[in-house]
């Protein structure tokens, strides 16, 4: 008995013996003995917190354009757009000439519950101008945010009251909303838009299901136009809405991780009716997940243009201090097998650059405008599950139905007016000096968006601002993009005198690709 306790114990001392002598010759080790030698031999004094963040983005910068370092103040930042809600005040504002507008208070918000209104001018915060002092946008909100429950004052300017008004507002929790619009296009087709995929998604997606179906929805515009992504788990929860039982969503493999694959449930409510999901070059990440499920499983068409191609899956890794490393350690693959991620190469600056320009190249190349620019080669060539459709990998998912960027109606001149905040600017004085005119005369959105019209008068105020910035007139671009910022003038009052769906109801109207789900849907052009 004690001979073998002694070899188990020369065999452990020998492992710990070659595990010290490999850690020495590691280059881990290497790493540890330069930042010792830096931090406590070097001429001058130094921040050992830098030099190791530095070394880290250093290292992540030669592996792939998503794998990165985040302080614990970017940490925090990060999260609360996903965690669905951050602690504040609970308003919707503008900044215009270095006043803080409010546009909306949020409903049922701290600020709305005091008292608050649309049209109010937030000029202090505790006892801190905040009004005609140049003050940035970031140090006017981390004033305005706060703990929960905490208390802070703010100094009111109200059109049509002589003094400044006082309210203590108490913060509390707000909610960020990932649904952007929902309303009903027809008697039949029902419209969604999703900004990102975010912790409540999937709760905001099924309410806003419900409603629609209550109203006699029976087909859907999906809309993912921009939506960069976020949580793997809610575009998982919103592909299930649409897929039957043990339909596979999406799969992940890495060299050090397994294959893991995450299949519908098939309780979703919506796995009957038409389908056509919107996407764009900006369309990332969970926006592809969904949309390469919906379109592998011939559940429902998709409309636009090439997606990013954005498919490495981070993994957070939590250091002590609240940083955080997201490691790309797996990517992503479609159900029939496709990469979503689009290809990079090179290293550090080199890499990144290039990767940057990926949409620009696209555009330089005519992708964006043209769908017979884009060639990819046989082996790139996958089939759909059910119908055995052609369908393409190579990075992002290729649309059924292709919509070139419109660049008729972008002009430098209305370029320069959105620059210079005049669009905004314009839309917000005239709703500070018609509101009440307005609300009496337009009961109903539907009301405003069947008789409003931006006139002739309108648009003068917009040229004479625009000549006031100096912005040089240019009459064959101002026609060009006369129906743009009539558009946009409209649907951004229509946002202030009620909300989000609104102001995409109007902006829709001229949206090529709504216009070509609609198309889909009406003239017998669904696949399926």
């Not at 290293?347 to 555009?363: S, T, V």
Request: with cysteine; hydrophobic share 40%.
């Amino acid at each position: 008995m004690k001979k073998i306790q002694l070899l188990f114990l020369f065999t452990i001392l020998y492992a710990a013996q070659a595990v010290g002598q490999k850690l020495n010759e590691s280059p881990l080790r290497k790493l540890q003995m330069a930042e010792f030698a830096i931090s406590r031999l070097y001429v001058d004094s130094v921040n050992e917190t830098k030099l190791v963040e530095d070394a880290i983005v250093g290292m992540l910068e030669h592996l792939d354009p998503h794998s990165t370092y985040s302080n614990p103040e970017e940490v925090k930042k990060m999260n609360e757009p996903l965690q669905g809600n951050f602690e504040g005040i609970g308003v919707q504002f503008q900044m215009i000439e270095d006043t803080l507008l409010v546009i909306q208070p949020v409903s049922g918000g701290p600020s709305e519950k005091v008292g608050i209104l649309a049209g109010d001018r937030i000029t202090a915060v505790d006892d801190t101008v905040i009004a005609g002092v140049k003050m940035s946008t970031e140090d006017i909100m981390k004033r305005l945010r706060g703990p929960k429950d905490t208390r802070v004052k703010l100094t009111v300017v109200r059109r049509g009251v002589t003094d400044p008004l006082q309210f203590d507002v108490i913060r509390d929790k707000i909610p960020l909303f990932s649904l952007d619009a929902s309303y009903m296009i027809d008697d039949r087709i029902g419209y969604i838009r999703v900004n990102r995929f975010a912790a409540t998604t999937a709760e905001e997606f099924s309410k806003a299901l419900k409603e629609l179906q209550q109203q006699g929805m029976k087909d859907l515009i999906l809309d993912l136009q921009g939506n960069g992504g976020g949580y793997l788990n809610a575009a998982i929860d919103l592909a299930n809405e649409f897929l039957g039982q043990k339909e596979l969503i999406v799969y992940t493999e890495g060299r050090a991780s397994r294959r893991a694959e995450f299949a519908a449930k098939g309780n979703g409510s919506f796995r009957e009716g038409r389908l056509v999901v919107l996407v764009d070059e900006y369309s990332a990440s969970a926006s592809e997940i969904v949309t390469g499920a919906v379109q592998d499983w011939d559940r429902g068409v998709v409309v636009g243009r090439r997606t990013f191609g954005k498919g490495l899956v981070q993994r957070p890794i939590d250091l002590p201090d609240g940083s955080m490393i997201r490691l790309t350690i797996a990517r992503y693959y479609t159900p029939s097998g496709r990469c979503i991620q689009k290809p990079y190469n090179g290293k550090g600056d080199d890499m990144q650059e290039a990767y940057a320009k990926d949409l620009l190249n696209r555009f330089d190349h005519g992708e964006l405008m043209h769908a017979d620019s884009i060639h990819f080669p046989d082996s790139l060539k996958y089939r759909t599950l059910r119908l055995g459709r052609t369908v393409y990998g190579g990075g992002g998912i290729m649309p059924d139905f292709f919509v070139p960027i419109d660049t008729t109606l972008y002009t430098d001149w209305h370029r320069q007016l959105v620059a210079k905040g005049i669009i905004i600017k314009a839309t917000t004085g005239y709703i500070e000096q018609h509101r009440e005119e307005l609300k009496k005369k337009y009961k109903t959105f539907h009301v405003f968006n069947d008789k409003f019209e931006i006139d002739d008068a309108f648009m003068a105020d917009i040229r004479l601002a625009a000549d006031k910035e100096k912005i040089k007139f240019d009459e064959e671009q101002y026609n060009r993009a006369l129906p743009l910022v009539r558009t946009q003038l409209k649907a951004l009052i229509a946002r202030d005198l009620w909300d989000m769906s609104e102001y995409y109801q109007v902006m829709n109207a001229t949206n090529e690709s709504v216009q070509q789900a609609l198309k889909v849907l009406r003239e017998g052009k669904y696949l399926f």
